[in-house]
């Protein structure tokens, strides 16, 4: 399937008033030994909403590392926050809500929530920021900063 047909078919969420939503199956390989997804896996499905919310915003992570922007561009997490309110099981079918709470410089910070339909299980903050080859900081581009913050700064 081609990345067109991917969209179409929503495998990257979508773009929503507040931010991002994906949705996202636990498996099998998700879980441990009692049918319970593993804490670690939930860093996997928060770093998904992630990805695909920049995907969906034009901000591609193989155009930064071709360095299509006059420089090769990566995105690090600088800083990470989690709630585990409740446990997702096997065949869950689970939401990923990512919104923007404000950028500053080279740095966003976001909110995430995975839900098992209304009931939250997840809350994360997450600070990340963008970084040069030399692995200083690099200010957010102005068009980024209008996709990520859609109401204003």
Same mark, same amino acid.
């Given at each position: ?10 495998? %990257? ?6 931010? *991002? ?15 319970? #997804?593993? *804490? ?5 499905? &928060?770093? !998904?909403? !992630? %990805? =695909? ?15 299509? !922007?006059?420089?090769? $561009? #990566?995105?690090? #997490?600088?800083?990470?926050?989690? =709630? ?12 990923? =809500?990512?919104?923007?709470?404000? $950028? %500053? ?9 995975? !839900?098992?339909? =209304?009931?939250? &299980?997840?809350?994360?903050? #997450? ?27």
């Amino acid at each position: 399937m081609g990345e067109q047909e991917a969209l179409a078919a929503g495998i %990257s969420g979508e773009l929503t008033p507040f931010g *991002h939503r994906l949705l996202a199956r636990v498996y099998y390989a998700d879980t441990d030994f009692s049918g319970v #997804v593993y *804490h670690a896996r939930y860093l996997e499905f &928060l770093e !998904r909403g !992630r %990805s =695909d919310y920049l995907r969906l915003a034009g901000v591609r992570h193989t155009e930064l590392l071709e360095g299509q !922007r006059g420089e090769k $561009i #990566v995105w690090v #997490v600088r800083r990470m926050e989690i =709630d585990f309110i409740r446990s997702a099981r096997m065949d869950d079918v689970l939401t990923i =809500d990512t919104r923007t709470e404000r $950028i %500053s410089g080279a740095r966003i910070f976001m909110a995430q929530e995975i !839900r098992r339909g =209304d009931e939250a &299980l997840i809350a994360a903050k #997450v600070e990340a920021a963008i970084i040069g080859e030399n692995g200083r900081p690099k200010r957010f581009p102005a068009e980024w900063i209008a996709a990520f913050m859609p109401g204003g700064v």
